[in-house]
């Protein structure tokens, strides 16, 4: 399937970095990154994907080659993923996010209902700031960056991401995808992450949720995935034995399977 690169222009003014595939009128689905990556995060899944899907795999704002952000919020964030369904026109989407962009999609599930089918919250986290680990990282590695973004860090931050191999190539891609994005927004992203805590909002998501996790993930426990399939009413967990944060780089032809199989469920009668 052929893959397109669009830009398109938001009600706010910010210009949104995409990748579409597919034509209008399959199951529309729309994919949102982990912090610091683009859409081409999704890249080794689009491929295995149905044929007649409408697929948007978004850079999010202030990332790669969307546009710069002063507010990196969740909550803006969400935002942009709606209005880019309004601003194309498209129908109710299911929503798949990894890492901050889980979080991201869960948010919107959160605000704007009328939107969303269904969620893939890969990776997901219930919350940050009750991380040691993650809040000193942000704090000594993240929060103390100058103006440019040492590749060493890039290479590290990617490589911990994963527990076993991937294609040829990829981490060296995914590297410098996330040193398009401006070190300004590895600051403001990963310090707005410590401040949103939206956890007691989780049970007021009506949207069935899969939550795909790997058991070797070094970034999200799995007591946090215990508590989203706790909290949100219609969750489902799905676990990748022996794989990463990145399950989607690691497993990308099974993380499709799964897509589709929960997409299946999506038509069906409650």
Partial sequence: MNTI???????????????????RGGPAVLMLHGITDTWRSFEPVLPWLAPDWHVLSM?????????????????????????????????KVLVVG?????????????????LVRGVVAAGAFASFSDKPGFVDFVQSQILTLGEKVPRELAESFQRDTVNGPVAPGLLKTMVDECLRTPAATWRGAFAALLEDDFS????????????????????????????LARQIPRAKRVVYAGTGHALHWEQPRRFAADLIRFEQTLAMPV
């Fill in 5 to 23: 690169i669009r830009h398109v222009r938001l009600p706010s003014g910010l210009t949104i970095e995409c990748a579409e595939q597919g034509r």
């Fill in 59 to 91: 850079t999010q704002r202030g990332h790669g080659g969307s546009s710069a952000a002063s507010s990196l919020r969740t909550r803006d964030f969400a935002a942009d993923a709606a209005d880019l369904i309004t601003t194309l026109g498209l129908p």
């Fill in 98 to 114: 990894h890492s901050m962009g889980a979080v991201n999609a869960l948010r919107m599930a959160i605000d704007q209902p009328s």
């Fill in 200 to 227: 007691t909002e989780l049970h007021t998501i009506d949207a069935p949720v899969l939550l795909p996790w790997g058991d070797a993930d070094s970034f999200s426990p799995e007591s946090d995935q215990q508590r």
